[in-house]
């Protein structure tokens, strides 16, 4: 690589330099938990619940004609909307894989999560490489998530398109926080809350949601301290002697497939479930 002289040389552009020149991916190995298994497999959707308390999130199709009406509306009235195919234009959907993230991301070292779910206790975090990342033998139980990802490896963010919602519906359109989420089938992100508007998109592989409405947060448990944003209930295994008042709740489903969008309303209470490996970015707005 030669000498580098760093006052020259921003900190971005020096960590650039040295991945270029790091050696290849050609001998790498991707952990068969990252290989999308045969179509003919049917991966198991959300479980249902006993007492039949779930409805379909609401869709639409990108391709409808008054599908950003649709969007609008639901960002006024603040419920949950599915569009289908929204972000099938966008450069990543076509582009993103496994193989094609380890190529941009090899020896580049990011924050992971080890464990089911972060509200376990033996849930924890660790710092690895995504090679690391991809081949870990234990990698069932990892999980790149919520990393601002496009803050370390900016040109990545050339193949994403920021969803017109988060500027024309938004009373801060110039903050919008854009989060990776790099995982193989089977992560959980336990029932929550966000402060703020989420428009998410699934770039690769399938996702299912659970949803509950912010007047329903009673009957979800909240955990106390730290983690009141957090539902002690397993949404889809619910324990109904200790968690009774969620029997009387009604729930939201949706499965999101690669290309579609999910907009999650601030304080709606959201469980994801990954079906088949999966990347998806979220796009925090207010
Ligand atoms: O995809 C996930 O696992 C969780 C996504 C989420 O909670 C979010 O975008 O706020």
Redesign the pocket.
Known sequence: MGRIDEKDVPLRQLAWLIHENLPGTSNDVIHPAFCASSDLEVKPGLRDLSQSQSVPIEECNDTDEDSFEKLCAAVHSAEPLLVRGLATNMPAFEKWSFPYLLEELHSRTFPVEIGTKYSDEEWSQKMMTFKDFLENAENQRLYL??HRLFDQVPHLKRDVIIPDICFSESINPDVVDM?M?IGPEG?V?PL?T?PRK?M?VQMHGT?VFRMVAPEDSEAVYPFDGMLSNTSQVDVEHPDLTAHPDFAEIRVFDATVNAGDALF?PKTWW?Y?R?VTPSI?V?FWFD
């Open positions: 998530a919520q989060n989420w992560t992100s929550h966000d989420n998410f996702k999650i959201h994801v990954s998806s979220s």
